[in-house]
């Protein structure tokens, strides 16, 4: 759900939004249409992911949605297109952001603000053929109509897990646990959950709230001042800002750490904040959010329940609570702490073709080793040189390169050359296999 819940919007690690310069090596005219030019821009706050940064992602995302159907969530999806008044009244005061138009029809709508509302209309409509409680998670794009800039995008990747119809803070305690084992599965030396609850900031107004959720940021006198800016007195101000310090856990959220505990979560990887106070209007009861210790880059995941939320929706009473989390500055958080291997490539193995009549030997030994579930790419120019293969190998990252010429072939072995170290051995096919299998293993 919601990195709407979380984030303004999400941070990439690498912009990739390409320059003119970046084609001055091209040949005078590449790239361009008859008579006019090529646009090769994204548009503002969306970006391109070329294969090495795509691939990080892939990764980052294949750890995520792992230890979502770990814990047994199943994934959902939903349009990227919605109808204007399913988000509006439920988001707050950045309703502002929303990329709203109308359809062919004239219809008012707009693009996937967050996740969390298009769930709770999907719960809603579906009610009567959903198991409660329900488990879900989502993973897909939002769009916000942010000003583009540094760590600011119109674009990009939300990760969401919710639970749906249970009212007990059990519910709370697991997702809040799943958010933690994220973190640590990633490979995170230490993911800290702070942790307050909706309820205890009831004598609250929303526009106080909203402003002591930026406190982080902006410190306590920036906070006064940002609810002086919403027609708050200076004394009122001052008066909630004391009264959040006086906080203490009620009854809910001892029993959440208590679970946290209990589940084996070292004490140093949770703690109650009343500070924490989530600026989303639906939130209803415990919210919650995720820093790294040592990563500068703010919170990267935040949650809380919101009970109300299907309800207003579809008229439907079914409680629900779950986090957003956000992607890209995960990915940012796990490239600082040199959690992400090295992946160039997709392939593992380039199998090249030493000429046009190995071709068909070419394309068995391929089909072999795909057959084996070893990721592997054939060179598709039978007329190019070795040396010209073996380069293009060398340049894309691929590991090891497969050579079956005439000698070869009389003594029923291939060549497989290990491009990092240059060394060569001469093998079967079904030793290739072994020995790939062996090194993708470990």
């Known amino acids: 759900m919601h990195l709407g819940r979380v984030l303004p919007a999400c941070i990439s690690d690498t912009n990739l939004l390409r320059s003119k310069s970046a084609f001055a090596h091209l040949p005078v005219g590449f790239g361009q249409l008859e008579g006019d030019s090529m646009k090769t821009q994204t548009l503002k706050g969306f970006r391109d992911f070329l294969p090495k940064e795509a691939l990080k992602r892939q990764w980052l995302r294949g750890k ?40 062919p029809g004239g219809r008012d709508v707009a693009l996937r603000y967050d996740q969390t509302v298009p769930a709770a209309r999907v719960v809603g ?9 329900f488990k879900r998670y989502q993973i897909q794009p939002a769009f916000r109509a ?47 959950a702070r942790i307050n609850d909706r309820q205890l900031l009831t004598s609250l107004p929303y526009e106080a709230i909203v402003a002591i959720d930026k406190i982080k940021k902006i410190g306590e006198e920036g906070v ?3 609810m002086e800016k ?21 009854e809910t959220i001892t029993s959440i750490l208590e679970y946290l505990k209990t589940y084996g979560f070292d004490e140093s990887w949770y703690v109650f904040d009343p500070t924490i106070a989530r600026s989303f209007s639906y939130s209803t009861g ?31 009473k079914i409680p629900g609570t779950g986090f957003g989390l956000g992607f890209d500055r995960t990915l940012e958080a796990a490239e600082q702490f040199n959690l992400i291997p090295e992946i160039p490539t997709a392939a593992f193995v380039l199998v090249t073709v030493f000429s046009d009549d190995a071709l068909s030997r070419s394309v068995a030994i391929t089909k072999k080793l795909r057959d084996a579930m070893i990721n592997t790419e054939l060179y598709t120019d039978a007329g190019a040189k070795l040396d010209k293969q073996l380069k293009y190998a060398d340049k894309k990252g691929i590991p090891y390169v497969i050579i079956q010429g005439p000698e070869e072939v009389a003594k029923g072995v291939v060549k497989l050359k290990d491009m990092k170290s240059q060394k060569q051995e001469e093998l079967t096919i079904d030793q290739i296999i072994k020995k790939l299998t ?5």
């Open 125 to 133: 409509q579906y009610a009567q053929q959903i198991p409660m409680p």
């Open 224 to 226: 006064i001042r940002e």
């Open 286 to 316: 415990p919210i919650w959010e995720i820093e790294i210790p040592g990563f500068t880059g703010g919170s990267v995941l935040g949650g809380e329940r919101f009970d109300k939320l299907i309800e207003t929706i579809a008229g439907v």
């Open 146 to 192: 942010e000003n583009p800039q540094k760590g600011r995008y119109r674009e990009f990747l939300q990760c969401d897990a919710d639970i749906f119809g249970l009212e007990s803070p059990l519910a709370d305690a697991e997702i809040i646990a799943l958010s933690l084992d994220i973190y640590k599965k990633i490979g995170f030396p230490r993911a800290v």
């Open 64 to 103: 995520i949605s792992g230890v979502f159907e770990l814990w047994g969530y199943d994934p959902l999806e939903t349009p990227t297109l919605e109808p204007l008044e399913l988000f509006a009244g439920q988001i707050g005061e950045d309703e502002k952001l929303f990329f709203k138009f109308k359809d």
């Open 230 to 250: 919403k027609g708050i007195s200076a004394g009122d101000a001052k008066r909630y800002l004391a009264t959040v310090g006086d906080l203490r856990p009620n």
């Open 438 to 442: 062996n090194v993708i293993m470990f």
